[in-house]
């Protein structure tokens, strides 16, 4: 099941990233010295109790000049309505009630999505709670008090947050098609490949970037086998929100990687692999999502019996981060190799969901260990005990090892390979917990 997504909504300085911050804690996932990973402090996925949920911060938006700010606040509130199961719609106690406020509480009522309405900066719940129920007037629910600097009311404002989440969840569970998002740049034809495959236009393509306005959900059966395709080809260019493309087309992403099982990453052959290809792939990889590299406008290439392999290099060298990903070569204009796309889907949707016997995994790290003896530091060896497989949708393993420290990366990698050597796992990430067990008497 996908994890709810939670946008949060409101007039710049009203305290959305300090909120997104106390909230997602350091549940941050920063890759260090992994190139091309997304380090934007754009989302985060966060824990209440036991549920899980997609935390995404929608601030950023400084206007500078009085003339705009709506329909700056309106573009970005109606970006995180069409993404978001939950809106958390933040307002400011020391400011009070805004026009400004009122106008977006007016397009959130007419979303229908659930709204949560957050007060700010209430450092004093006695002294302030005159000023807070001034809120009610939005007309949106009850108002929940906190401070987010001062990390004081956020229980409360959490409870009533998470109870939206069953209502909004409870269809995707029971769902149990596989899930395919393709994503990409603005244009690289993300539309057009799952027209091509429908047969029908059913998402409208153009070729001005980002013509997409909303994420699609498109049921394709094929040879028997039924799947959904959610494109995500992003919104549409204004020139006041240039600055922000970038930003927006990621918050579309990640809330459509989420619910997906299979991410098709697009790359326009035509441009070549770029760093915003590589920031969005590494979305999918820190999700542990099966990959497959589609290159699109293959057709359009003027090519050579090397050009293929160099295209390969390039495209490994830039996305170095995720060798396992599986790799296509597609004209969505002409259809070539897009019938492809759906063995290699089936292949990553099997890999994702495999299991391991524990004896079979004991066995190759035994004999990997015998190959290349552990790290050691000041003397001290590190062991491996047991290894162990917990779950899937990414393979998740667990190694127990005498000292969690010496367990350095590279000797990680090396264990990982040492697996794929034996079952392959391709188009999909691997995952490992180190945990940390005492010597046997």
């Known amino acids: 099941m996908s994890k709810p997504v939670v946008a949060i909504v409101g007039r710049p300085n009203v305290g959305k990233s300090t909120l997104f911050n106390a909230l997602a804690g350091d549940t941050i996932a920063i890759v260090k010295d992994t ?44 970006i995180a309505i069409a993404t978001a199961d939950v ?121 001005i970037a980002g013509t997409t306005r909303d994420a699609v959900d498109t049921d394709i059966v094929y040879n028997g086998k039924e799947y959904i395709f959610i494109d995500t080809a992003g919104l549409r260019r204004k020139s006041r929100i240039k600055e922000e493309l970038e930003r927006y087309s990621i918050i579309r992403t990640v809330t459509a990687v989420e619910r997906a099982d299979i991410v098709v990453m697009v790359i326009d052959a035509t441009e070549g692999v770029t760093e915003q290809d590589a920031k969005i792939a590494g979305i999918a990889h820190e999700k542990g999502k099966g990959v497959i590299i589609a290159v699109n406008k293959w057709d359009a290439i003027e090519k050579n019996d090397k050009t293929i392999y160099r295209f390969q290099e390039k495209i490994r060298e830039t996305l170095s981060y995720m060798p396992y990903a599986e790799m296509i070569f597609i004209s969505a204009k002409t ?25 079979v995994l004991n066995e190759i790290m035994t004999e990997a260990v015998a190959l290349q003896q552990p790290p050691s530091d000041k003397g001290k060896r590190l062991k491996l005990y047991y290894i162990t497989q917990v779950s899937v949708k990414p393979p998740t393993f667990v190694i127990f090892v005498n000292d969690k420290e010496l367990m350095h990366f590279s000797y990680t990698r090396y264990i990982e390979n040492k697996i794929r050597e034996a079952f392959g796992f391709r188009g999909t990430s691997l995952k490992f917990i180190i945990r940390e067990r005492k010597e046997k008497q």
Request: hydrophobic share 40%; with cysteine.
């Open 335 to 359: 259809g070539q190799r897009l019938n492809k796309l759906f063995e290699l889907i089936d292949m990553v949707i099997e890999n994702q969901s495999m299991r391991i016997a524990t004896g």
């Open 87 to 207: 809106i958390l719609f933040i307002t400011d106690v020391r400011q009070g009630l805004v026009d400004a406020d009122a106008k977006v509480a007016d397009m959130l009522r007419r979303s229908h999505k659930p709204v949560v309405l957050v007060v700010n900066k209430v450092d004093n719940f006695e002294k302030q709670m005159p000023d807070v129920y001034e809120f009610y007037n939005l007309g949106i629910g009850e108002p929940n008090p906190v401070s987010a600097a001062g990390r004081l009311g956020l229980g409360d404002m959490l409870e009533n947050l998470t109870k939206h989440f069953d209502a909004s969840m409870l269809e995707e569970e029971e769902d149990d098609r596989p899930r395919i998002a393709i994503v990409g740049k603005p244009n690289v034809g993300k539309s057009s490949i799952i027209n091509k495959i429908v047969g029908e236009n059913r998402v409208i393509v153009s070729d």
């Open 35 to 78: 190139p091309g990973v997304t380090r934007d402090r754009i989302y985060a996925d966060c824990t209440w109790l036991d549920m899980t949920f997609t935390l995404i911060d929608t601030g950023g938006i400084e206007p500078d000049s009085k003339d705009i700010i709506l329909s700056q606040m309106r573009e970005q509130a109606e």
